[in-house]
T-cell receptor, first 114, second 114 residues
Framework: GEDVEQSLFLSVREGDSSVINCTYT??????LYWYKQEPGAGLQLLTY?????DMKQDQRLTVLLNKKDKHLSLRIADTQTGDSAIYFC??????????????FGTGTRLQVTL | DAGVIQSPRHEVTEMGQEVTLRCKPI?????LFWYRQTMMRGLELLIY????????DSGMPEDRFSAKMPNASFSTLKIQPSEPRDSAVYFC????????????FGSGTRLTVV
């Protein structure tokens, strides 16, 4: 079955790095995603990684994928107060003949302190 | 592109009333998803459509909930009759099947049933 797990809360100081972790169960996942949700807003796609990749870097964001352990992480370098939000991990598993389906984690609330 | 457009942004209604939420997906996207978000249960997939056809409605909580997609540019989620426990933020998202870019979410409709 599909299950995506994340820790609920992370607090970091401004300027430090943040690492948000996620574990998933579906080995057929093709893509894995990180979404950001700011208060009162919808989910915004931050970045994604194809399942045959180990790492993807995009400016301050680094995604690491350990497919053997089904573990995904998002590292935010030089964390800023504007990074305070809820971060959702999601996996996409293809459904034969139909739409691909995203399964979301519970979300990690990142709090950035001064 | 204006993105996924949802209306209304906020809805306050009395218990027992009918509520209709609306969604306009991104032009060219062929999959559409309705999600519900609450503090207690997080993000829940209610139903999704592929090429306007409902594929999986197993997430719809009760018969009081129904969704339609009469054409590629419009979908509705209806609750009749509404109950206080339906209070949540309802998100619509769309995607292009086969693409790795994930879903694009609307800004959501915050529903309060009193």
């Amino acid at each position: 079955g599909e299950d995506v797990e994340q820790s609920l809360f992370l607090s970091v100081r401004e300027g430090d790095s943040s690492v948000i972790n996620c574990t998933y169960t579906d080995s057929s996942s093709t893509y894995l995603y990180w979404y950001k949700q700011e208060p009162g807003a919808g989910l915004q796609l931050l970045t994604y990684i194809f399942s045959n990749m180990d790492m993807k870097q995009d400016q301050r964001l680094t995604v690491l994928l350990n497919k053997k352990d089904k573990h995904l992480s998002l590292r935010i370098a030089d964390t800023q107060t504007g990074d305070s939000a809820i971060y959702f991990c999601a996996e996409m598993a293809p459904l034969t003949g139909t739409a691909s389906k995203l399964t979301f984690g519970t979300g990690t609330r990142l709090q950035v302190t001064l | 592109d204006a993105g996924v457009i949802q209306s209304p942004r906020h809805e306050v209604t009395e218990m027992g009333q009918e509520v209709t939420l609306r969604c306009k997906p991104i032009s060219g996207h062929n999959s559409l998803f309705w999600y519900r978000q609450t503090m207690m249960r997080g993000l829940e997939l209610l139903i999704y459509f592929n090429n306007n056809v409902p594929i999986d409605d197993s997430g719809m909580p009760e018969d009081r909930f129904s969704a339609k997609m009469p054409n590629a540019s419009f979908s509705t989620l209806k609750i009749q009759p509404s109950e206080p426990r339906d209070s949540a933020v309802y998100f619509c998202a769309s995607s292009l099947r086969g693409a790795g870019g994930g879903y694009t979410f609307g800004s959501g409709t915050r529903l309060t049933v009193v």
